[in-house]
Nanobody, 113 residues
Framework: QVQLVESGGGLVQPGGSLRLSCAAS????????MSWYRQAQGKEREFVAS???????GYADSVKGRFTISSDNAESAVYLQMNSLKPEDTAVYYC???????WGRGTQVTVSS
């Protein structure tokens, strides 16, 4: 079965960086697009970034120029490099495999001084 496990979250000061990882299993990773979403407390889950099987990427306007999504087919993993973090980036970040409708459990990112 499809399994997605996020890691790499934590507490960081404004302006800092974090790198999130999502380890995928249960499907042929290289054939499918992957995405990152986030959900702040009291708000709806929102799209952050996506990467296609061919490597094309897309970003929400709020993170464009600060976040970078990448993937490693050999590791069956997708990453989210987050730079210049802002307090409004505070949220639980989720990995999503749209084709399977599968979500990870999420990893908490808190940006605060």
């Amino acid at each position: 079965q499809v399994q997605l496990v996020e890691s790499g979250g934590g507490l960081v000061q404004p302006g800092g960086s974090l790198r999130l990882s999502c380890a995928a299993s249960g499907f042929t990773f290289s054939r499918y697009a992957m995405s990152w979403y986030r959900q702040a407390q009291g708000k709806e889950r929102e799209f952050v970034a996506s990467i296609s099987a061919g490597g094309s990427t897309g970003y929400a306007d709020s993170v464009k120029g600060r976040f970078t999504i990448s993937s490693d087919n050999a590791e069956s993993a997708v990453y989210l490099q987050m730079n210049s973090l802002k307090p409004e980036d505070t949220a639980v970040y989720y990995c999503y495999a749209r084709t399977f409708g599968s979500w990870g459990r999420g990893t908490q990112v808190t940006v605060s001084s």
